[in-house]
């Protein structure tokens, strides 16, 4: 048992010390995308792509006509509780529900503006959301993982100036207002794809911490039986 909780841990480990390579990488090519550290030319998120609210225009919006059907609905939750790539989904709309919404194809980076600021992910299929996300459509592929990294940087700087109502949010003015460095197009196509080798890294980790996990249940059962 001992052993197995050891491996685990040390699998978490190393898990987050990949996740952290990611803004490691960033900031080794690009610099402080908060004080633009490399001097490149400043633009607004514009610049690499278009940002558009998510749409739900049925009220109430929960109705039951508009849930339970074939078609991932993505919340913010769903976003800010991933690693960075949406891969699951909490609800669907109907037939009804997207009807009222839009279909977002995969690959649109998602940003949360409502409740959670600017926490981002980048879809890994078609899904909805709702006003409280925005889609970013980037103008060329890599621009999308550029602009997450930028994003990571500015998150807690965003939602320090989120305004508070009910509950914290921003608006799309605010969105599309950002100014980030721009790079060349050549430097973000090659952090994408150091990306796309640490996400392989991530895939086979959590593999390995899914394989040990169901090996640790296995053995607190037969502890339990007395088995062991």
Known sequence: MDGAESLRVKRRSALHRINVLTNS??????????????????????????????????????DPVLLGGNWPLVQT????????????FSATYSDEGLAQSRLWPSGTL????????????????????????????????SATEYVRGCLNFLQPILEMQASESAQKNINLKVLRG????????????????RVGEINELMQVGRHQLGVLDTLFASLQQRVFRGEL
């Open 25 to 62: 990488v960033f900031v080794e090519m690009f610099g402080s995308p908060v004080s633009n550290t490399k001097g490149w030319p400043v633009d607004s998120l514009t610049a690499l792509g278009s940002l558009e609210r998510g749409v739900s225009k049925h009220r109430p919006r929960n």
């Open 178 to 193: 950002i100014e980030i460095p721009i790079p060349p197009i050549s430097l973000m196509d090659a952090y994408a794809k």
């Open 77 to 88: 939750g769903d976003v800010a509780g991933s690693n960075g790539y949406v891969d699951n």
């Open 110 to 141: 998602c940003i949360t503006i409502a409740a959670n600021i600017a926490k981002t992910a980048i879809l890994t299929f078609d899904a909805c959301f709702p006003d409280s996300v925005v889609g970013f459509t980037a103008r060329f592929e």
